[in-house]
């Protein structure tokens, strides 16, 4: 290599400061208000883990299971147990929503396990140059799943109190009063049942986001390292970070659960 070309390579490698960058930054539309990647990571993922358990329904039987069939088994028995725990109203719907939040929340926060340049590099090859793999690291994404965490709590809590017995406890709790008391303290009920709504989803986003995010800078920071520190630190943190990937897609199911049956009770 001569003198040019290796001034010519250097000048054209990233600093570190342009790879973190580039590693954080979104896949966007023309006018700059989507972030394609995380909607489209999402999206896949969801069709793969609704995919996945279809396909184990269609192939449950009786008699002795299969692997896939024990493994969705395993993951429905745990959030089965979560949900008999801390939901004890009768719905329908809330074993399948907890199903689906763990695992969809799971397979969102594992995209951390790939190579931080795999998908980037190649998605180069067809013109995509930009790429953040991990849905649940951008707080858009994190935000949209927790108002829809918190138009769940709005809906159980409509349907078992009604709609008239919901509006009421928004003005009566949690000071309970009687006669002109009530009509002080209303105010001061919807204020604080406001900042009750508003806080749960907000504490589930941000919990979420800031685990998923640190993990995600975590791994960029040790792609900078030689090929040998790499492995070395690399492999450890992959190893604990299972751990946490596991512990948060369960802690924003087993919350969500928590909410909802919170919702559903009168007070």
């Not at 013109?127 to 108002?147: C, I, Q, Y």
């Not at 986003?205 to 993990?215: D, E, I, K, T």
Request: include cysteine; charge should be neutral.
């Amino acid at each position: 290599m001569t003198i040019e070309n290796a001034v010519e390579a250097a000048h054209e490698a990233p600093t570190s400061i342009e790879y973190i960058q580039h590693h954080l930054s979104h896949l966007r539309n023309a006018e700059n208000t989507v972030n394609l990647d995380t909607f489209w990571v999402s999206a896949i993922l969801g069709l793969i883990f609704l995919g996945v358990f279809y396909m184990a329904s269609r192939r449950a039987t009786a008699g002795v299971p299969g692997k896939l069939q024990n493994f969705v088994e395993a993951v429905m028995e745990l959030v089965n147990e979560v949900v008999n725990s801390a939901f004890h109203a009768k719905s329908k719907v809330i074993a399948p929503l907890a199903i689906t939040i763990f695992c969809w929340v799971w397979l969102m926060n594992a995209m951390d396990f790939l190579p931080v340049d795999l998908l980037p590099k190649l998605l180069s090859y067809v013109g995509v140059h930009k790429l953040r793999v991990v849905p649940t690291a951008d707080v858009n994404h994190t935000f949209g799943m927790s108002f829809g965490v918190m138009l769940c709590i709005i809906g159980f809590s409509i349907k078992a109190k009604g709609l008239g017995g919901w509006g009421k406890e928004l003005l009566t709790a949690p000071f309970h009063a009687h006669g002109f008391m009530a009509i002080v303290l209303a105010p001061v009920n919807f204020a604080f049942q406001m900042i009750e709504l508003l806080a749960k989803p907000l504490s589930l986003s941000l919990r979420l986001f800031g685990n998923m995010y640190a993990g995600e800078l975590l791994f960029i920071l040790i792609a900078l390292l030689p090929w040998w520190a790499q492995w070395l630190l690399g492999g450890p943190w992959v190893i604990f970070h299972i751990l946490v990937v596991t512990l948060q897609a369960f802690v924003f199911m087993a919350l969500t659960v928590v909410y909802l049956s919170l919702a559903v009770e009168k007070h």
